[in-house]
């Protein structure tokens, strides 16, 4: 039995079990035999955790996340600083006619070094221009989890306002003659409504021409980036990589997690110089990643898998 100091049953006796008029006038021995008889009756460690998953039960796994996204000044702040840094880059990566963001680590298929070319930067627009942590809201609030219609119909409803510094960058880049160019992971079908939000939020402008790379708008064009990467990379100098997603610099399909370590250490001098990440705790190829592969697994099954490699097993 743990001994429990005479300074710590008095504490104890005055906060949790009787007044502290009373603690006064009980001798030591009569206290100690108090306590036991309450830790006794206290809940076990079994019927504690049986309380907490109840708890966690009834919440959901991307509620800390979003709830940071929406609401945290930290959040805010991170997102601002990315963007700061990247602005400054732009004079000197333009100056340099070696100067690019693109690498060939087995996929590209195109010189990455294009001087003498028109220069741009490469962004995603999920998470990394466009905040979509309403949709993550709607999905905690109806206890739901993403689907595909769900998705088009949050895209179509036009209503993602810009991530924190997004604008500014963008801005920076037009007084700069630096074309944008967006490589997204939404669905060619819904290009429509992800160009008409970007113009709303300032980030594009109505006479601008195609400058959106959807997912699957050419049959090359997967989910993979590096392909529709290269193909900007034929006809542009590219200055910078803005994004929130691994997948968004490098080719890391099917990588797992150690392999995903290893490249982003490998370029390690690339971050805050010609790469820009952007924070996204909600989801993204990290979370394949984490969960073997398991995209299609059932929530029951995903949860199993990140416990197990939290765990180290």
Not at 34 to 49: D, G, M, R, V
Not at 91 to 120: F, H, L, Y
Not at 225 to 248: E, M
Not at 272 to 284: I, K, T
Request: hydrophobic share 40%.
């Amino acid at each position: 039995m743990r001994t429990i100091t005479k300074q710590w049953l008095v504490v104890l006796l005055s906060v949790a079990i009787i007044p502290p008029l009373v603690v006064c006038t009980i001798d030591e021995a009569r206290a100690q035999s108090i306590l036991q008889e309450h830790l006794k009756n206290a809940p076990s460690a079994s019927q504690e955790t049986m309380a907490h998953d109840a708890v966690s039960a009834n919440g959901h796994e991307d509620l800390d996340a979003t709830l940071w996204v929406r609401f945290a000044a930290e959040y805010k702040a991170i997102t601002r600083q990315t963007y700061n840094a990247a602005a400054r880059q732009l004079s000197a990566a333009i100056a340099d006619q070696n100067w690019t963001a693109i690498v060939d680590n087995g996929s590209t298929t195109t010189s990455p070094s294009r001087p003498n070319r028109p220069v741009c930067v490469i962004m995603d627009v999920d998470e990394t221009v466009l905040d979509n942590s309403g949709y993550q809201q709607e999905l905690i609030l109806n206890n739901s989890s993403f689907s595909g219609e769900s998705w088009a119909r949050f895209v179509n409803a036009k209503v993602s306002p810009a991530v924190p510094g997004a604008k500014s960058f963008v801005d920076t880049c037009r007084q700069m003659k630096v074309t944008v160019f967006f490589v997204t992971n939404r669905d060619f079908r819904l290009e429509t409504a992800t160009r008409e939000n970007l113009i709303s939020e300032g980030l594009m402008r109505p006479s601008d021409p195609d400058l959106i790379l959807s997912k699957n708008e050419r049959p090359e064009w997967t989910s993979g980036k590096s392909v529709r990467r290269d193909s900007i990379a034929a006809t542009y100098r590219v200055l910078l990589l803005v994004g929130d997603d691994l997948n968004d610099f490098l080719f890391v399909k099917k990588s797992n997690l150690q392999q995903r370590t290893q490249l982003a250490e490998q370029y390690r001098h690339y971050w805050g110089q010609r790469w820009f990440m952007l924070p996204n705790p909600d989801y993204g190829s990290w979370e394949i990643a984490v969960t073997k592969g398991s995209k299609n697994s059932t929530a029951a099954e995903k949860t199993r898998l990140k416990m197990e490699t939290l765990s180290g097993k």
